[in-house]
């Protein structure tokens, strides 16, 4: 049975840094490409980032370039999300999925930036 | 890439039919020609869960009361009786270009 347990949220204040994890099993991680999508509450789904089965590359929404790094070990199938400089306006949920099936997603886990 | 999703709201009554349109800015037909729009179903307080890939294929277990069509860079979700359990926020979401986009929403409700 697939599973991917999203862990590492929690309140932080803004300008502070996050780093969520993403925890696979069930299937081969290391030959699906990864994603992470959040919801802000109230709002609709937005895609974050992705990165390639290697981890050779990735691809950011443009208001998370610069700050945000997804990150993988195969190794341990898991996906990282590093999170820096936050701002109140990434407070969300984070679901990891896998790209670009989005058959399974994670349980969510909560990111709240506000001092 | 623009993805436009309407209506916003569509309310229902159970058995009818419900229709949802995506639009895109740009085609989303791949190289490798084929074409990357999904839809998903989200119901309150869960997380999204996978419908429809690639414009009109049902992921495992989805029942085929749901359908989708479309082509280049117009797409349609069809319900074809409404039940219960189809009332939450449908989610469309462009795969073809980073970065990937949503669709707004749309809520099926109840009448």
């Known amino acids: 049975e697939v599973q991917l347990v999203e862990s590492g949220g929690g309140l932080v204040q803004p300008g502070r840094s996050l780093k969520l994890s993403c925890a696979a099993s069930?299937?081969?991680?290391?030959?699906?490409?990864m994603a992470w999508v959040r919801q802000a509450p109230t709002k609709g789904l937005e895609w974050v980032a992705s990165i390639t089965n290697s981890g050779g590359s990735t691809y950011y929404r443009d208001s998370v370039k610069g700050r945000f790094t997804i990150s993988r070990d195969n190794a341990k199938s898991t996906l990282y999300l590093q999170m820096d400089s936050l701002r109140s306006e990434d407070t969300a949920t984070y679901y990891c999925?896998?790209?670009?099936?989005?058959?399974?997603w994670g349980q969510g886990v909560m990111v709240t930036v506000s001092s | 890439v623009l993805v436009t999703q309407t209506p916003s709201s569509l309310p229902v009554s159970l058995g009818d039919q419900a229709s949802i349109s995506c639009k895109s800015s740009k085609s989303l037909v791949h190289n490798n020609g084929i074409t990357y729009l999904a839809w998903f179903l989200q119901k309150p307080g869960q997380l999204p869960q996978s419908l429809i890939h690639t414009v009109s294929n049902r992921f495992s277990g989805v029942p085929d009361r749901f359908s989708g069509s479309g082509s280049v860079s117009d797409f349609t979700l069809k319900i074809s009786r409404v039940e219960p359990e189809d009332l939450g926020v449908y989610y469309c979401?462009?795969?073809?270009?980073?970065?990937?986009?949503f669709g707004a929403g749309t809520k099926l409700e109840l009448k």
């Open positions: 999925t896998r790209d670009p099936t989005f058959d399974y």
């Open positions: 069930g299937f081969t991680f290391s030959n699906y490409y």
């Open positions: 979401l462009q795969y073809v270009h980073y970065p990937y986009t």
